[in-house]
C-alpha cells in the first residue's frame, strides 16, 4: 500500500508578526527569527526526501520554503505557487495594532474574529470562507500526490493551515478556537492511497 507524507510548516515570524498586526493578505517579509524558523524547520527535515513542495503567493511563505530546502539540500524540488494557499484575508483589520484594536472594538469580538470558525472581520474573510478555497485546492493539487505515496511540503500561514487541520485531525467547530499552530515546526501525516490519516506527528 502507497503511503505518502504531507508535511505542514507555517511560516517563520513575519514582521508584522513581531508587531503584533493583523497581516492577511498583506506581503511582508520574515524577520531574522523567522528565518533562524525556517532554518530549524529544515535541520528537522534534513535527510527526509522531499518529492515536491506547495505554497502561498506571498513572499514570507515563499522565503520560509527557500530557506528549508536549502537546508535541506533539496533546492530543485517542483514548487507550485497558488493564492488557495495565501493566508486568511483580514480585509479591513490588515495592518492594525490586535491589542489596540481589541481595546477600541472590545476582546470578545476581536477574539470572534480571530480564533472562531464563522467569525467575519469587516471586509474580510471568515475561517469557514478561508476553508472553502483552501480544502478543494487540497484534495485537487495536493492529495492526488500522497495518495501515491510522495511526500508533499506544504508551507503556507497560520490561518490557512488550521483551516486544513480541522479537516485533517477532525477537530470540532467548538476545539477550534484553542487550535494554534506555531510558526516553524512540522507538522506530519501519514496518508495512505485512499487519502485517509494513518498517523500524525510534529517534528
Known amino acids: 500500500m502507497a503511503t505518502g507524507m504531507l508535511i505542514l510548516v507555517r511560516h517563520g515570524q513575519s514582521q508584522w508578526n513581531l508587531e ?32 515536491r513542495a506547495f505554497t502561498s503567493e506571498l513572499s514570507r511563505a515563499q522565503e520560509t520554503l527557500r530557506i ?8 530543485d524540488v517542483p514548487v507550485s505557487h497558488d493564492a488557495a494557499l495565501n493566508e486568511r484575508s483580514y480585509g479591513d483589520l490588515q495592518g492594525l495594532n490586535k491589542a489596540e484594536t481589541a481595546q477600541h472594538i472590545g476582546e470578545a469580538q476581536v477574539y470572534a474574529w480571530r480564533r472562531t470558525f464563522r467569525g467575519r472581520p469587516p471586509g474580510g474573510e471568515s475561517l469557514e470562507d478561508t476553508q472553502a478555497r483552501v480544502l ?10 500522497l495518495r501515491i505515496g510522495e511526500t508533499v511540503l506544504v508551507v ?48
Do not use: K
Not at 136 to 145: F, G, L, N, T
Not at 177 to 195: F, H, K, M, N, Q
Open 20 to 51: 503584533n498586526r493583523f497581516t492577511g493578505w498583506t506581503d511582508v517579509p520574515l524577520t531574522d527569527q523567522g528565518r533562524a524558523e525556517a532554518r530549524a524547520a529544515g535541520e528537522a527535515l534534513r535527510g527526509l526526501h522531499i518529492d
Open 156 to 203: 503556507s500561514h497560520g490561518n490557512t493551515l488550521r483551516a486544513l487541520v480541522m479537516v485533517l485531525d477532525e477537530i470540532p467547530e467548538a476545539a477550534l478556537p484553542e487550535l494554534s499552530i506555531p510558526t516553524g515546526v512540522p507538522r506530519c501525516y501519514r496518508v495512505d492511497e485512499a487519502g485517509v490519516i494513518r498517523d500524525r506527528y510534529s517534528l
Open 68 to 75: 528549508i530546502l536549502s537546508v535541506t539540500g533539496q533546492e
Open 136 to 145: 478543494p485546492y487540497y484534495r485537487a493539487a495536493i492529495e492526488p500526490h
